[in-house]
């Protein structure tokens, strides 16, 4: 079988190349022609051999108002595509021998490859999915107590907008036990507007929230439970258990970061809602 290779066309340079059989060969760039021979033409092989040179990282922009999503929420941002970097090919032709013996390494300018380096992007009104966050306009706290809120006086409970039942100090879970504390199954609960589904579970932090376990500036993760005619775009408003109860502490900060977690389905079992989280 026939190897094809590569071939000088000018044969000055290959007299140059035979008199260095050294192993430390320099690299030279001269503007030379080829074209492919078969192997009983020339005394002299010529191969091609590349080098990947990695160019720098991706960069990270923030391009709102280019990237909207068709099922977009415009308060939420979120990947749009991610970056890779870019490479430089760069192509050379070693001439050996006969005898397998390197008699130049030569770089072929022209052959050059650059695949340029493109940025990570990231924009607003996208949809609500795992992964995308959100900054808050506002963040304020409500009870079950709450001014318009529909409560039974006499046993100090009320219900939320996804049927979860709630009271001073104590939230109904999955199971239909009465947990002590302001959580279901673990999750502080939220009310947001409707753009962000009922049972979606977030993680909420740069905060200065305190109170019932939550400590300012640590994470946490929420559920939403509820609604509210003054929530609004991209406002959270905090269960505290009881309007007048003053253990939960807002802070200074008015706004706090979401980022959505989990998005999970609303049940319902002889008459009871659940959340399947």
């Not at 026939?2 to 059989?21: D, P, R, W």
């Not at 091609?48 to 160019?55: A, D, G, K, M």
């Not at 008699?103 to 996208?126: C, F, N, R």
């Not at 502490?249 to 989280?277: Q, Y």
Request: one cysteine or more.
């Amino acid at each position: 079988m026939k190897k094809f290779i590569l071939a000088f066309a000018m044969m000055g340079f290959l007299s140059a190349c035979a008199t260095s059989a050294d192993s430390s060969i320099d690299v030279v760039y001269p503007s030379v022609d080829f074209e492919i021979e078969t192997l009983e033409s020339k005394p002299y092989i010529i191969e091609i051999e590349e080098e990947y040179i990695p160019l720098d990282s991706p960069t990270v922009e923030v391009q709102n108002g280019q990237h909207h999503h068709p099922n977009g929420v415009s308060f939420v941002s979120g990947l749009v595509s991610e970056g890779e970097a870019g490479t430089v090919i760069k192509k050379y032709a070693l001439a050996y021998n006969m005898h397998g013996v390197l008699l130049s390494k030569t770089e072929l300018p022209d052959e050059e490859v650059v695949i340029e380096t493109t940025p990570t992007i990231y924009a607003d009104y996208q949809p609500v999915v795992s992964g995308n966050y959100y900054t808050s306009s506002r963040v304020t706290r409500y009870g079950y107590d709450c001014y318009g809120c529909n409560h039974d006086t006499t046993t100090q409970r009320g219900g939320t907008s996804a049927g979860i039942q709630i009271g001073y100090n104590e939230v109904r879970q999955k199971d239909g036990s009465w947990s002590e504390g302001i959580t279901y199954e673990g999750y502080y609960i939220i009310a947001t507007s409707q753009s962000i589904p009922l049972c979606t579970v977030v993680e909420i932090s740069n905060h200065t929230i305190s109170g019932y376990g939550i400590q300012s500036g640590v994470p946490f993760k929420a559920i939403v439970l509820d609604r509210g005619g003054a929530i609004t775009g991209s406002k959270v408003d905090l269960f505290i258990g009881s309007e007048s109860d003053p253990t939960v502490k807002m802070g200074r900060k008015k706004t706090l970061d979401v980022e959505i977690i989990s998005l999970n389905k609303r049940t319902r079992t002889n008459g009871v809602f659940n959340c399947n989280v």
